[in-house]
């Protein structure tokens, strides 16, 4: 963390320097409402991190075919509706995990999670956000996995380039008998920091979600680079680094740890947000 902490400040100060040729650090208040008609949710764009990866488990002696995988992530939004400085959206996101590898590439785990959001851009430094989401793996009898949550959250910018963002919820989970309840091992919250710099090409994101008694914690460090400013769709390089529980709802009681690389998508326009 004290790593992560020190590579976040040299980031910072070089991307001073840069700002103080041609650049702006801080958020200019009187053009708010502007900015922020450029950066809200479009009508159909994405809504949290978009990418497809592939990598090694790290908590291992023994890498191979069984254990690389691929993991991948589509997330998407609808903005249903708008009024004033809130919009409305439909959200869905799709996840999994696949040992492509493997003998006969079996799919660890495909999950749905469908929801409604209420984002509210409340000022230059302030958003806000409200949901219910629904959370399923697809299987049947104990392999099956459902979870349906609630939740509210908040997002600071300081300065343009950094984001920090807080998320708690509350959920309902069907226990499966012989394992421990999923909020033990995913919590009732999360916490995380985004820092963009050289003209929001390169982004890193750090987040933690302790579990519910603050003994175990769910780490993920993401940095990604912009390849390309033209076009709708901008393709990054995309590095993730992951350690703890609740990679997948069919394995949620499984610790795990991967470092894995690979490519993802933002917005040309829009809200390009670290929401998690």
């Not at 700002?19 to 801080?26: F, K, L, P, R, S």
């Not at 991190?49 to 997330?75: C, L, M, W």
């Not at 997002?155 to 499966?176: C, D, T």
Request: glycine letters at 8%.
């Amino acid at each position: 963390m004290k790593k992560l902490l020190v590579l976040l400040c040299m980031l910072y100060a070089a991307e001073t320097a840069f700002a103080q040729e041609g650049g702006i650090a801080a958020i200019p208040d009187d053009s708010y409402y502007e900015q922020t008609q450029k950066q809200r949710f479009p009508v159909f764009g994405f809504f949290k991190e978009t990418y497809f990866i592939t990598g090694i488990p790290t908590n291992t002696s023994s890498v191979d075919k069984h254990n690389a995988d691929i993991r991948f992530q589509v997330s998407l939004a609808l903005r249903i509706a708008r009024a004033g400085n809130v919009d409305i959206l439909g959200t869905y996101t799709e996840n999994g995990v696949w040992n492509v590898y493997d003998t006969s590439s079996p799919l660890v785990e495909n999950a749905f999670n469908p929801g409604l959001c209420v984002y509210w851009f409340a000022d230059p430094q302030w958003d806000f956000m409200f949901g219910i989401s629904h959370q399923s793996n697809g299987y049947v009898n104990n392999d099956s996995r459902s979870v349906n949550t609630a939740y509210a959250g908040a997002i600071y910018s300081p300065v343009e380039q950094l984001k920090l963002g807080a998320k708690v919820w509350y959920g309902y989970y069907e226990h499966i008998p012989g394992l421990p309840h999923y909020f033990k091992r995913r919590g009732f919250g999360e916490v995380w920091a985004t820092y963009r710099a050289f003209d929001n090409r390169l982004n890193i994101t750090a987040s933690v979600n302790p579990s519910n008694t603050f003994k175990n914690y769910n780490l993920e460090f993401n940095l990604s680079y912009r390849l390309s400013e033209k076009g709708t769709f901008l393709p990054s390089i995309f590095a993730q680094y992951r350690q703890g529980y609740c990679e997948t709802l069919k394995n949620f009681n499984t610790y795990e740890a991967h470092f894995r690389v690979g490519f993802a998508l933002e917005l040309k326009h829009g809200y390009n947000s670290s929401i998690h």
